[in-house]
């Protein structure tokens, strides 16, 4: 019984910390420095040096290491600074929108964070953000670029109001996704493959050549992975890429050939810079979609922009 008291008391004055620590903790996280961290919050480094000692033996750890110039995040410390960092910009973003809602302009300066594939922004994102900017001059737009499954996580870890992604992925049933595009991929080669063009290939015969593309742990590599799979062959990348904008460079150069967007191939096909190859099997169709967390609430900015997305698709 003892031992449960203990532990008790220790979770109760843990929950007890006051949040302007974490606030001044974020602050030095984020400068790496005491002093930068104190000039930005308007106190000075005696106080926050003090505060710092505090939240440490709050939390029972160590959350920082002196160095020269400045301190370093523990293990603990960064884990604690993720969470921080999402907390305090959700937290100033509520503070700047209910300040601003009795102002006709309110969502002047309203910030709406975006994850999106290389894919995705090319496909869709680029053309739905010119309207949308068009319509609110005043809205901020953060875009962070990952892969598909790297989206998804910061997505669900709060970091991103949507995730913009291409299909195949996985999801949680927290969230909700909501198709925007439909495209479809094809195989193509630079003009050294120009001789490829004139019959379809066979998904076997795709192996007799150098085959570029997204390397493991993307989306689209499992999607290709398991379509060899299904016609009896293998699939072996000789050049992979992290990204799928160096996709379209390295074709054009003859590295090899690989499945691209049409829609982002055709441009080239029409300069003679890419040769369309016919595959004799049905390459996989695709699609983009908007992916939001059910289970957080929205910023009026991300509203805005989710009803825009919804009405355009």
Do not use: W
Not at 96 to 114: A, M, N, V, W, Y
Not at 200 to 218: D, M, Q, S, W
């Amino acid at each position: 019984m003892k031992n449960i008291y203990n532990t008790y008391k220790k979770y109760k004055i843990n929950m007890d910390i006051n949040f302007e620590y974490y606030k001044i903790f974020y602050f030095v996280g984020k400068y790496g420095n005491i002093t930068k961290a104190a000039a930005a919050l308007g106190s000075n480094q005696p106080n926050v040096t003090r505060v710092m000692k505090l939240l440490e033996t709050q939390l029972n750890c160590r959350l920082f290491v002196r160095e020269a110039r400045g301190v370093s995040l523990t293990e603990e410390g960064r884990l604690l600074y993720a969470h921080a960092e999402i907390a305090y910009r959700n937290l100033m973003n509520a503070q700047e929108e209910i300040c601003r809602q009795d102002s006709p302009d309110f969502l002047k300066g309203g910030t709406i964070e975006i994850g999106a594939t290389e894919t995705a922004l090319h496909l869709f994102l680029l053309n739905m953000l010119r309207g949308f900017k068009m319509e609110y001059p005043g809205l901020r737009i953060k875009i962070h670029n990952h892969t598909t499954p790297e989206t998804i996580r910061r997505l669900i870890g709060g970091e991103l109001d949507f995730a913009v992604v291409t299909t195949p992925f996985e999801t949680p049933k927290t969230v909700s996704c909501l198709t925007v595009l439909d495209f479809e991929e094809i195989l193509a080669g630079g003009m050294m493959y120009q001789e490829l063009g004139k019959r379809a290939l066979a998904p076997e015969e795709i192996k007799n050549y150098p085959l570029v593309g997204l390397g493991r742990g993307t989306a689209t590599y499992e999607l290709y992975k398991n379509f060899f799979v299904a016609h009896k062959t293998d699939m072996e990348l000789d050049m992979e890429v992290a990204t799928s904008d160096l996709l379209l460079p390295l074709l054009e150069n003859n590295f090899g050939i690989g499945f691209v967007p049409k829609k982002l191939a055709l441009p080239l096909i029409e300069q003679r810079k890419l040769v369309q190859i016919p595959v004799n099997g049905n390459i996989p169709k695709r699609s983009v979609q908007v992916v939001s967390d059910r289970g957080r609430g929205k910023s009026l900015a991300a509203n805005v922009f989710y009803r825009a997305v919804s009405k355009g698709r």
